[in-house]
């Protein structure tokens, strides 16, 4: 085991799982790299001696640019490249993805999956399954690069954007001004865009797509939360005579393989609003360049043919790119490059469970609940149910606490007059049969009804009070699934992968919390991540 820098068996699932110093290094690596090849120098440093590091490319949707270039930064890396031929493939006889990537990971001491599919957090859900497993037997942790998963990140198309236009600005990274146009919706490449930007220091991004090719509106907050300064056009014409035009443009395709029927009958419509015209080229600033991820559409590219031997054309420099920034990241995550890395590692967040907080019963507490026919001597009452919501949120509620946890025993339910005002009221659930509700169940009802208490009462006193609040992380129960049905978690595609979920606000009490799958980060409104 010869290379272990700081990144050796990091996968790169999306743009943030390399922090912004990583991201500079990257770039740092890759530009050392043309240096090095340009003047004629000894190339060793960026190649591995290990022969049995393997590099294994599954493409299971097409790709020229990405497939290609990883194959030959593989084979200039030196390590053993194979190209999974998916089409006679054990997929096609139902294999999971997750038993596949098992059998290959045992032909060698270090594997690297790049991996492209139309599946969203594919690498996220392999990462988690296959470290378990390596552990396991004692192996190598494999990285898995995500070499674009259906609508949702491109993350090594971003590095190779990213160091496209730092090239550009000759290295300055104190401002961009950048226009991203065509379609916003469907396309990866710009959605990982909202992160990858952040190693500028300055950022201003103008939007320039039709309504219904529009970035999704959770990319715009996220970029404004990143401090970006956003600006929205439906045009290309409104844009240049906003007199605010933008010196660098990128360039999508119109992503027509993922439109629904309804997007694709207005395509051509669409597509005229995003495409550059002669007639533009004298209101573009001086030195404008463009940029686009390729491949362009042969038929009717957004960016025209006239545009190819002007000295605007930055996406033939882009595309090499590719080749020399994935030389660079296999170096990294194999463990050949890094160990001249001095910036921060980035680490996970650790998620502390704080949602049960233990809260005083004053002494000879009486008995409070006379829920139901009569008072509860020994057992549970779950108070403050969705306390504040209106009436029928509450009565859901309840019923949504009762099925999820099963609580089909005696008891009584109903909603009442809290005490917090004349208006306000709360669900309240008395069970007197039940004595034991494990740590499993008391996350299951934070989750449910976050801001509830749960009093324990034992000879008609309260002796036990517990507040819950929202848990940062809710996983591992059979009743909550990802609601998109491109996710590698999702039932429909029965890939084994046990649905996560991450919340989003630090606000925990609050019911519209939003929870992020942790594979496709597909926000959810926290009700909506249950079945029931
Ligand atoms: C992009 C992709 O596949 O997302 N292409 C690429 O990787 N070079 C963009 C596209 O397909 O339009």
Known sequence: MKHQGPFAGRTVAVVNDLGPDEQLYLYRKTRELKEAVREGRDLSPFRIEEKDAQVYLIFLEDSTRTRESFRNAAEFLGARTNVFDAATSSFNKNESMTDTIKMLYGYAEAST??????????????ETNLSRYA????????????????????PTQEFLDEYSFLEHLDWRRDHIHLCLTGDLYHGRTVHSKVEGLRVFKEVEVDLVAPELLGMPTHYVERMKDNGYQVREYESLDE???SGRVAPLWYFTRLQLERMGDA???????????????????????EGARFYHPLPRDRLSPTNPTFLDDLPLNGWDAQSANGYWTRIALLG?????LGSDYDGAVYERTNYVDDFVREAPVALGSKPEYKVGIKPVEEGIVIDHIASGEAVGAIWNNIDAVRRILGLNVRSSHG???????????KGIMSLPDVTSFDGRDLKKLAAIAPGCTLNLVKDHKVVRKYRLSMPPRIYGFGEISCKNPA???????????????LRKEEEPGNPSTTFICRYCEREHPFREIWDI
């Open 113 to 126: 999956f790049v991996i492209r599919s139309k599946l969203e957090g594919v690498c996220r859900a392999l």
């Open 135 to 154: 552990e396991s037997c004692g192996g190598r942790r494999p990285s898995f690069i995500n070499a674009g998963d259906g609508k949702h990140e491109h």
């Open 239 to 241: 844009y240049l005579a």
């Open 263 to 285: 997007v694709l009958d207005k395509a051509p419509a669409l597509r005229h609003s995003v495409t550059f015209r002669q007639d533009m080229l004298g209101r573009l600033p």
């Open 332 to 336: 990294m995550v194999t463990g050949r």
């Open 415 to 425: 909603v009442f007059h809290s005490n917090k005002g004349p208006e306000v009221f």
């Open 487 to 501: 996710c590698i978690s999702h039932p429909s595609h029965q890939e084994g992968v046990g649905p996560e979920f």
